[in-house]
């Protein structure tokens, strides 16, 4: 059963000022091992090598993300909306608190090695043998099974989802101020503030007064913003491309029965693809940090290679590609393995593409919920077809492609590659 706190929590916050726990169930939620854990995964990944004060955590996103949930759900029992069902509020809380809890070290690189999946990672821990599935069931029996569902976004009531997981939610309102903050850049800041205000229930969907469409231009501004200048940004690409490839190579020579001078057990089963949820639940980045200064001393050339480049940022150089050219490509890669450098390793042409904004479509996944204008006749418009800014942002879904590799060797082999080969990464003719 859940019951209020004799006393309130706070927790002191950079982005929001104060947090605030006012339920023992989110209280004991925080304090479970599982959620602790999201202390040891930074919210950013490798965007340290780029922006060097980008060390949060998940822990501190993950709370972001209650406190404005908690904050939206506020506002609609404040003003007594009748459109909003009461009793989904712990149900809301508990899934914004937990949405990322199963997300690994660099969970995105890890995630394109080893085909998992940090959502399904997520319900796993929530209805798995842990500290907060007992939490969540001393609540409600039916609690852990009601927040997986609407982390993955399979809950039979849209607003909760949307609140958690939409292009106006909680999510994405706390990581584009919270990001902007500790990377030190202004991009993704957008009036918080305002759009709470105008944040309404309607109908079974979470909408917008029509008065506060210029405060969500600037916050879809702000995240198309973030995207390309801290998310994409290429010296961060370069790094999360190297950690890729030493998982790709680690897990390679696994598979050949390579014997690791450096290997324990969660770590090895990653590799295998045979993680348990203990496993899984002891990978954090220090271990997988630890791993990769062993593994500077290992035999295979390659492996202590890259993680040598990972550890003390000797990343991959780049330089942009016009537009993608298969033959081209692949004389790339052909002229450096015969040059003596592994392309599989030392070679990647990166595209990158965003879309600011999804117009509403049949078929539209939940995160993609689209947001909807509540006008003075009380009736709902998607939000392009009355934003000019909105819908021209919303046809941007070019790329960028860059073609990165390490720029020390492969100018030492400079003699050996074609003038072509030479002018396309930016070695002369």
């Not at 200064?293 to 295979?300: F, L």
Request: charged share 30%; aromatic share 10%; glycine share 6%.
């Amino acid at each position: 059963m859940n019951r209020p706190l004799r006393e309130e929590k706070v927790f002191k916050d950079p982005v929001h000022k104060y947090i605030y726990v006012q339920d023992e169930t989110i209280w004991n939620l925080i304090n479970t091992k599982e959620f602790q854990r999201l202390r040891r995964i930074r919210q950013l990944g490798t965007s340290f090598m780029t922006f060097h004060g980008a060390e949060h955590s998940r822990f501190s996103h993950s709370l972001g993300v209650y406190e404005i949930a908690r904050r939206i759900i506020s506002q609609f029992e404040r003003n007594g909306f009748a459109d909003w069902p009461r009793e989904e509020r712990l149900l809301c809380l508990c899934a914004a608190l937990l949405h990322d809890v199963g997300h690994g070290p660099f969970s995105h690189s890890v995630e394109k090695v080893f085909g998992t999946n940090h959502e399904e990672w997520t319900c796993r821990i929530v209805l798995g043998d842990t500290e907060l599935n007992r939490v969540l069931a001393e609540a409600d029996p039916e609690l852990p099974q009601s927040v997986a569902d609407v982390i993955c976004k399979s809950y039979g009531r849209e607003i909760v989802v949307g609140i958690i997981s939409s292009q106006l939610d909680a999510d994405r309102m706390d990581y584009l101020l919270r990001d902007a903050y500790f990377t030190g850049v202004n991009y993704g800041m957008f009036d918080l503030e305002r759009i709470l205000r105008v944040i309404r229930p309607h109908r079974g969907h979470m909408v917008v007064k029509e008065s506060g469409m210029h405060a969500i231009e600037d916050y879809l501004m702000a995240r198309y913003q973030m995207y390309w200048q801290v998310y994409f940004h290429p010296v961060t690409r370069s790094s999360e491309i190297v950690l890729r490839k030493i998982f790709e190579r680690a897990k390679r020579l696994y598979g050949d029965n390579y014997r690791f001078q450096f290997l324990i057990g969660p770590l090895e089963r990653l590799l295998a693809n045979d993680l348990s949820l203990d496993d899984y639940l002891m990978l954090d980045e220090s271990l997988v940090q630890a791993a990769i200064m062993q593994w500077t001393r290992e035999n295979d050339a390659i492996l202590a290679d890259l993680c040598g480049r990972f550890l003390h940022r000797r990343l991959f150089q780049y330089v942009a590609l016009d537009a993608a050219d298969e033959s081209l490509e692949r004389e790339l890669r052909a002229q450096l393995a015969a040059a003596g450098i592994d392309p599989d390793y030392y070679l990647e042409i990166d595209l990158l593409t965003d879309m600011p904004y999804d117009v509403y479509r049949p078929g539209i996944p939940e995160d993609s919920l689209p947001i909807w204008l509540l006008d003075e006749r009380d009736e709902c418009v998607e939000i392009s077809r009355k934003s000019d800014i909105v819908r021209t942002i919303s046809g941007i879904h070019t790329g960028k492609r860059h073609i990165y590799f390490p720029a020390e060797r492969v100018r030492g082999a400079a003699a050996r590659l074609t003038p072509d080969i030479r002018r396309l990464l930016g070695l002369g003719a």
